[in-house]
């Protein structure tokens, strides 16, 4: 984020009102807290929503039923994520079973406690007992212990063809085995009727994804690529579950530091407005020439301090300088984007500058802000320090630009969850803002209920010498050039793989070209990807390139070959998909394609594949994308371990293992482009 200097003007400019117009006085910046308060992860309700989103996710299917969405004979054409019916993950759909069985034992509602289980016990576990043991202890009760309640519960679970069988371990965990019936016509339904079936069903319906936000007039770096990357994927994985996303870009283009861009190009080129774009040239040399003269010359250093006051005036002469040199950067910015294929939508510090005077008068109304050294603040507990709103000159700051952009996001664009992306030394702050939303009362007490604001910090991009990754000079490595370097890396290794397997002759240079693209790119966003956000990576194109272990390369690779040992099969994957729920096509065409899982690696990798949705549920409540890659991975070992010991081509289930491979493709596909990653389907 740039830096925010602006003289407060002498009057405040009005707040708009929601549609748009301008009133005649700020009024009282309205709470968002009449927002509904959402259920949580695990259970679902049908409530009033808008035409769309009844379009977008139907009356819920019951958990009791369990059954494919019916197909009329003949077959008609496979239903779309606008049409379908949901039931919610697998996980969802126990806990609705388990919940059922809670009601009738218990008077109190008792939220369910259900998580996947090691497979030697069954495949997932309800976990009450002991909790509601702790709370009945010493009551007059009907149970004796932890171990009579867990059978109880596992006694009034409703039938369902969901569930095999039950058992009871210890003090009172109740493990339930799927049964391999349900897991397969979950896996078929999916193959059917697409992958947006098994999108999770998320407790929120509009978020914004606050990411990437580099400084205009600066070039972007290594530096900015967690955040663009960590950002894109928690907006595709909320994107796929049906949450309405914008997609912000907060850029820096407001400060002191435009009083000194603007102030250099009038010196250096009087004429600036006949010669363009070549006026500035190399934004990045024009910057730091700028800046060294703005350090050396105390002439220039008044003028631009001048120039800054001039621009936030409004007078047309400067306005249009910094329109000019925000132009140039987005161009500059835009590359980036279209190469890693990210999509934002720009609102950068300036838009909200007109706003914040109000909100500082709404703090005031309420006593919440302080005269402190010269300088007003809002002391918030638990901190040392207070948080500053307007410096001592009368400027505003980091605070109160990102207070008038929350207020924005919560009052104009009705945002439910507000994600902030940014390095993990920027907590403190974003701790202190939220709490000053707390006390005005835009956001709840509770840090959990909705509408909510989060801040995702992210850990440091190192060298190899284990401090922050630059160039051998000392500068920080500009991303344009990191992505270059991965793409021709990536592309000269496929060409030896090809030379050395005598395939080179089979690609044209545009498939070469794309392939090194996609692994190129891929490499270097799975590599920052799969690590726990908050931890800091070690940037290596060694490492990252490497076609074995936990890589990019490794996985597309694995993907491709799936897609080659369908091709061999010379079957038509279509008419097995359409055949593995609709009787009248196995009657028409003879083909019969059912999915069996009577091997135990088919029916390990058939249950890791209806766990999906699950891993993207968690992923987005926790905002943690190495958790789906942890899953991408996985699957991809038990895929081999399936392929390794069931043999597909030839055999007698040939048909059952052929949709088993077509389902590992297909999840894997989603999570290469919710990680942001180009697919390949051939190496």
Request: charged share 25%.
């Amino acid at each position: 984020m740039g830096s925010v200097s602006a003289s407060a003007p002498a009057t405040s400019p009005p707040l708009p009102s929601r549609r748009g117009s301008v009133s005649a006085a700020a009024p009282t910046v309205s709470s968002p807290l009449s927002s509904p308060r959402f259920l949580s992860a695990g259970y679902f309700r049908v409530t009033s929503r808008s035409p769309d989103w009844t379009r977008r996710a139907r009356v819920f299917v019951s958990a009791m039923s369990n059954e494919i969405v019916p197909m009329s004979a003949p077959c008609e054409a496979p239903a779309t994520s606008r049409n379908i019916e949901r039931a919610g993950s697998a996980k969802q759909q126990l806990s609705r079973l388990v919940k059922e069985s809670l009601g009738s034992l218990f008077p109190d509602e008792v939220q369910p406690i259900v998580a996947a289980c090691q497979a030697k016990f069954g495949d997932y576990q309800c976990n009450n007992a002991m909790v509601i043991w702790s709370q009945l202890k010493g009551k007059t009760t009907q149970f004796k212990n932890p171990s009579s309640i867990g059978q109880a519960i596992a006694k009034n679970l409703p039938e369902s063809e969901m569930i095999e069988s039950t058992s009871v371990a210890g003090p009172g965990f109740v493990n339930i085995k799927f049964s391999n019936k349900w897991i397969s016509k979950h896996i078929q339904n999916m193959l059917v009727n697409g992958i947006e079936q098994w999108a999770p069903i998320l407790s929120v319906r509009k978020a914004v994804v606050d990411f990437s936000s580099p400084n205009i007039a600066k070039e972007m770096h290594v530096g900015h690529l967690r955040s663009t990357i960590m950002g894109d994927t928690l907006a595709r994985m909320l994107e796929f579950s049906n949450v309405e996303v914008l997609r912000r870009n907060h850029v820096g283009d407001w400060g002191t530091q435009f009083g000194m861009l603007i102030e250099y190009l009038f010196e250096q080129f009087p004429n600036w407005e006949d010669a363009g774009d070549q006026a500035i040239g190399d934004l990045q040399a024009f910057y730091k020439a700028s800046k060294k003269k703005f350090d050396d010359d105390p002439d220039f250093k008044t003028r631009a301090q001048q120039a800054v006051v001039k621009l936030q005036s409004g007078e047309d002469k400067y306005r249009h300088a910094w329109q000019n040199i925000c132009e140039i950067s987005r161009k500059e910015f835009d590359l980036v984007y279209q190469r890693l294929k990210v999509q934002l939508e720009e609102k950068g510090e300036s838009f909200y500058n007109p706003y914040i005077r109000g909100i500082l008068e709404e703090f005031e109304r309420n006593n919440l802000i302080k005269e402190s050294e010269g300088a007003r603040v809002v002391e918030i507990d638990g901190y040392d320090i207070p948080l500053i709103v307007v410096k001592k000159d009368g400027g505003y700051n980091y605070a109160s630009t990102d207070l008038a952009c929350l207020w924005y996001r919560l009052t104009e664009e009705k945002a439910e969850w507000i994600i902030y992306i940014t390095d993990v030394g920027q907590q403190q702050h974003f701790d202190m803002f939220f709490s000053a939303a707390r006390l005005i009362g835009w956001l709840p007490a509770s840090k959990d209920a909705y509408p909510k604001a989060s801040h995702v910090g992210l850990g440091l991009v190192l060298g190899s010498d284990g401090k922050r990754f630059r160039t051998r000079s000392s500068e920080v490595v500009r991303l344009v050039e990191l992505l270059d370097e991965a793409k021709n890396r990536s592309k000269a290794e496929l060409i030896k793989r090809l030379e050395d397997n005598g395939k080179i002759t089979d690609w044209t240079d545009a498939e070469l070209e794309s392939t090194a693209e996609a692994v190129g790119y891929g490499a270097i966003k799975y590599a920052d990807l799969k690590n726990n956000r908050l931890t800091n990576y070690t940037f290596s194109f060694d490492q990252m390139l490497n076609d074995k272990g936990n890589t990019a390369v490794y996985l597309l690779y694995a993907h491709a070959r799936i897609c080659s040992i369908i091709n061999k099969s010379s079957k038509d994957i279509e008419e097995l998909k359409k055949a593995s729920t609709c009787m009248s096509w196995k009657i028409n065409t003879g083909v019969i394609g059912k999915i069996v899982l009577d091997h135990v690696d088919e029916r390990a990798l058939g249950l890791h594949l209806i766990q999906f949705a699950e891993i993207v549920e968690e992923a987005c409540s926790n905002l943690l994308p190495n958790v789906l890659c942890e899953y991408l991975y996985n699957l991809s070992e038990m895929f081999t371990r399936f392929y390794t010991s069931c043999q597909v081509i030839g055999s007698e289930q040939q048909e059952s293992r052929l949709l088993l491979c077509e389902a590992t493709a297909i999840v894997m596909r989603k999570c290469f482009l919710l990680l942001g990653i180009t697919p390949v389907y051939r190496i």
